[in-house]
């Protein structure tokens, strides 16, 4: 590992259990910020009002999460009615007023969700967890309460892979190990040491959120991660042991979108710097082509989605439009 990456993991990884709850909550009131805890959900019925109810008892009650907030992502199930049942504020994606026209995916959700909140720190977590705790939100902002100079914190774990029959193993994280993590190591070993480079689990200043493009699709970990970087340094970002996630698995065609947008965000930052012509991607949308037997003619044209949202802050609607809760 590089040496500059070797001494940001000794320095810059935190462990969940290093921080509790009385700590953070005396540092948030000594800096005066206030926090928010955005949960992008498409189609998460079978978990969602779990995974609300959990932080809402363990971080809105005794007062360190003021904003616990669902973005709706264009579900077509029962995810809006029972994340509010359970207490979150929840916003339909598409509703939110940005002046720009709604696209899907979730880092549409996450960019859409500043618009709503108010938040100093914005902490973010999937919806559709299976293995977790609250102190997942506690761990992602343990680092940033104790250190000014850190913006960024990423969560990492153990991934855990279901299987049909029930069993797990470490087998999670496909696009992580095939794709995020061999780009890393190629192109910006500087963050060989981020151990879970796409976790979906990662709380970051509002100050920084608001001056960095976001991919509407999966891309958005990949595109914060390397643009905070870019910028700001090293040193503004930490990472903290989560422990151990489990989740629900997407297919390996579904995957294969997911790694479109990842590759795409990548390219775009290879190409930093060159002139437009030279550079990969410049449009919204591509097509993948796979490849399936159950499928009339053998093969689909998958849409992917590879468009990226401007900085927050250079949006007229910002902040804080006038979008009310669905
Ligand atoms: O259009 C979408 C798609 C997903 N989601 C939500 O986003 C979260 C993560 O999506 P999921 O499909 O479960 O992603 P994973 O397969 O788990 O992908 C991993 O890798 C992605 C790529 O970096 C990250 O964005 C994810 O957070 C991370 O869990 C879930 O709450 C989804 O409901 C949306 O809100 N809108
Ligand atoms: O983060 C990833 O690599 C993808 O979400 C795939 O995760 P999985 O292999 O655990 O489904």
Redesign the pocket.
């Known amino acids: 590992m590089e040496l500059a990456a070797r001494r940001w993991f000794d320095s810059h990884t935190y462990l969940a259990t290093d921080f509790t709850l009385p700590e953070l909550l005396e540092r948030k009131r000594e800096q005066n910020l206030s926090i928010s805890v955005v949960?992008?959900?498409?189609?998460?019925e079978a978990t969602v009002a779990e995974v609300v109810s959990r932080i809402s008892d363990a971080l809105v009650e005794p007062g360190l999460v003021d904003e616990l907030v669902v973005?709706d992502?264009?579900s077509t199930d029962a995810t809006a009615a029972l994340a509010a049942k359970a207490g979150a504020q929840v916003y339909a994606?598409g509703a939110i007023e940005t002046g720009l026209k709604s696209l899907?995916?979730?880092g549409?959700?996450l960019w859409r969700s500043l618009f709503v909140t108010r938040g100093d720190i914005v902490a973010f977590i999937?919806?559709?967890l299976t293995e977790w705790g609250a102190h997942f939100i506690t761990g992602l902002l343990g680092p940033m309460l104790r250190d000014r100079k850190v913006s960024l914190v990423k969560g990492f774990y153990d991934r855990l892979f279901s299987s049909a029959d029930g069993g797990h193993s470490p087998q999670g994280g496909r696009?992580?190990e095939l794709v995020?993590r061999p780009l890393i190591n190629l192109h910006w070993p500087i963050l060989s040491g981020v151990v879970q480079p796409?976790?979906?689990e990662w709380a970051m200043r509002r100050s920084l959120a608001e001056t960095l493009p976001f991919p509407v699709?999966?891309?958005?970990?990949?595109a914060t991660l390397t643009d905070t970087v870019w910028r700001h340094g090293l040193g503004a970002v930490a990472q903290v042991d989560l422990g151990q996630r489990g989740?629900?698995?997407?297919n390996v065609h579904d995957?294969g979108v997911?790694a479109t947008e990842?590759l795409a965000t990548a390219t775009r930052r290879l190409n930093r710097g060159r002139p437009p012509a030279s550079v990969g991607y410049t449009h919204a949308w591509t097509d993948l082509y796979q490849y399936d037997r159950s499928v009339e003619g053998f093969w689909r044209a998958r849409d992917v989605p590879i468009a990226e949202r401007p900085p927050a802050i250079t949006v007229q609607a910002y902040p804080f439009a006038d979008s009310a809760p669905a």
Request: charged share 20%; hydrophobic share 40%.
């Open positions: 949960i992008p959900a498409r189609n998460e973005i992502s264009d994606a899907p995916g979730k549409e959700a999937d919806a559709d696009v992580t995020a796409l976790a979906g699709g999966y891309g958005v970990e990949f989740h629900s698995h997407q995957l997911m990842i």
